[in-house]
């Protein structure tokens, strides 16, 4: 892999408001993806989730859990340490951008309703980050050496 392509996926603002956004939105990818993957905090594990995801044509649904499961839970731990946050928020932006439109879309804009302004709210702050990059307090500016 190219040095300069490295440079590029770690590089980051110098500013520190990355980490007030990084840690809550890390937090919950993690709970989200646990829910999923592992049936923590009152989720339904893969076999649930890919039932669920097969039930609204995201198909094979276990598959689909397991790659939204990995991406919430390794992305949001990615964002919660701030190492590799710009691959991570894209497969996070991705994700949420899927959520909306595959799940939450047709119920609406409210969450009360089941709509998709939680989701929204998850990708606009992934997508941020992707622009971004981790900021000054992540492993990802340590690993790139900028001072």
């Known amino acids: 892999?190219?040095?300069?392509?490295?440079?590029?996926?770690?590089?980051?603002?110098?500013?520190?408001?990355?980490?007030?956004?990084?840690?809550?939105?890390?937090?919950?990818?993690?709970?989200?993806?646990?829910?999923k993957l592992f049936g923590w905090f009152g989720g339904y594990g893969l076999e649930g989730t890919g039932q669920f995801f097969g039930s609204v044509?995201?198909?094979p649904g276990v598959l689909m859990a397991l790659l939204a499961g990995a991406a919430e839970f390794f992305g949001g731990l990615a964002l919660i340490f701030g190492v590799l946050v710009r691959p991570a928020a894209a497969a996070l932006s991705v994700a949420m951008l899927i959520?909306?439109?595959?799940?939450?879309?047709?119920?609406?804009?409210?969450?009360?309703?089941?709509?998709?302004?939680?989701?929204?709210?998850?990708?606009?702050?992934?997508?941020?980050?992707?622009?971004?990059?981790?900021?000054r307090f992540s492993v990802d500016r340590a690993l790139a050496g900028e001072r």
């Open 1 to 35: 892999m190219s040095n300069s392509l490295v440079n590029r996926v770690l590089a980051t603002d110098n500013g520190a408001a990355a980490l007030a956004l990084r840690i809550p939105v890390g937090i919950i990818f993690v709970a989200h993806g646990a829910q």
């Open 99 to 135: 959520a909306v439109f595959a799940v939450h879309f047709g119920k609406g804009f409210f969450l009360d309703k089941g709509g998709y302004e939680y989701a929204l709210a998850l990708f606009a702050a992934s997508l941020s980050l992707l622009f971004s990059g981790a900021g």
């Open 57 to 59: 044509g995201l198909n």
